[in-house]
């Protein structure tokens, strides 16, 4: 893992795909954050705990950008890198050897439900993840991946005509341009810009612990800014509809015990069902629920 400076804002920004490299109009926040990613790196799933707690607490000092690196070579990685998880793929799996030699097809999905919209974009990636560290299933094969955009409630006729459209692909490509041009050799990694074109950015190689994160956050603003009030776990439930305990611990600074206790009254009410997976306990939102 490491922690730099990285290239300044005007260089990044001196390229030629335009909006398909995340690079859109000024949001005025005064931060923004890239966070490059391999979707079939574990690390890179057990971030996104990390960036939805930023999110909530500090959203609106910043926007938010996912790139997707096209470094797609596991076994050459450095022991302390990112790696795929050995549960799920295994050499003598035929997840492995498709997780090896087709991983653009899952890299071109994403950029294809990113087509319907950033936040279509997120949920799907989300699934995706899901579908392969929680149910071990292949998200390089097509029929996996439309199902993946069912779930996502994404528009299906659209996303089967994006997959391999040249659009995808000039997304893809300017994603991976960009891994290149910040010298992202490690998944996952964040760089922090300020709205000053002048500085530097910061570079995070690697998955920290949370508070790592708010202090170079803290850092670009130049300032301390006090946390946002977290809404209710209901609240965060409905709007990601499936999460571990945790996930809700470490987001809402909880001891699993607490968690426990917070979920069981949901579940009393029948606002979420309990789900079992591996090595932590999911809960599914009923979507057909209503708080008493």
């Not at 030629?16 to 690390?43: A, H, M, N, Q, T």
């Not at 998944?187 to 300020?194: D, E, K, L, Q, T």
């Not at 920290?208 to 670009?220: A, C, F, G, N, R």
């Amino acid at each position: 893992m490491s922690w730099e400076s990285s290239n300044s804002k005007q260089q990044r920004l001196e390229d030629d795909c335009g909006g398909f490299c995340g690079l859109f109009p000024s949001s005025k926040k005064p931060v923004e954050i890239y966070v490059f990613i391999d979707p079939l790196c574990e690390d890179c799933w057990s971030l996104e705990p990390f960036l939805k707690k930023l999110t909530m607490e500090y959203g609106q000092y910043f926007t938010l950008r996912t790139i997707l690196t096209g470094d797609y070579q596991p076994l050459v990685r450095e022991r302390n890198e990112c790696t795929y998880p050995k549960a799920v793929l295994q050499p003598d799996n035929i997840l492995w050897n498709n997780a090896v030699s087709f991983p653009w097809r899952t890299s071109l999905a994403i950029k294809a439900a990113e087509l319907q919209g950033r936040k279509a974009g997120t949920r799907f990636l989300r699934t995706i993840q899901e579908a392969l560290f929680l149910n071990k299933q292949d998200i390089t094969a097509d029929e996996i991946l439309i199902e993946c955009a069912k779930i996502a409630e994404l528009d299906l006729e659209e996303f089967r005509e994006d997959m391999y459209s040249p659009s995808a692909k000039k997304a893809f490509q300017c994603d991976v341009k960009l891994a290149k041009e910040l010298e992202i050799e490690e998944s996952p990694s964040i760089v922090f810009f300020n709205e000053s074109e002048e500085d530097s950015g910061i570079k995070i190689s690697g998955l920290y612990s949370y508070d790592v994160y708010v202090t170079v956050l803290h850092q670009m603003l130049q300032r301390d800014p006090q946390p946002a009030e977290k809404p209710p776990v209901e609240e965060f439930l409905s709007s990601y509809k499936f999460v571990g305990s945790r996930e809700i611990s470490l987001i809402y600074d909880w001891t699993n015990a607490q968690t426990e206790k917070e979920m069981k009254k949901l579940q009393l009410k029948q606002m979420v069902e309990r789900i079992p997976i591996q090595h932590d306990t999911f809960w599914k939102y009923n979507i057909t629920s209503k708080a008493e």
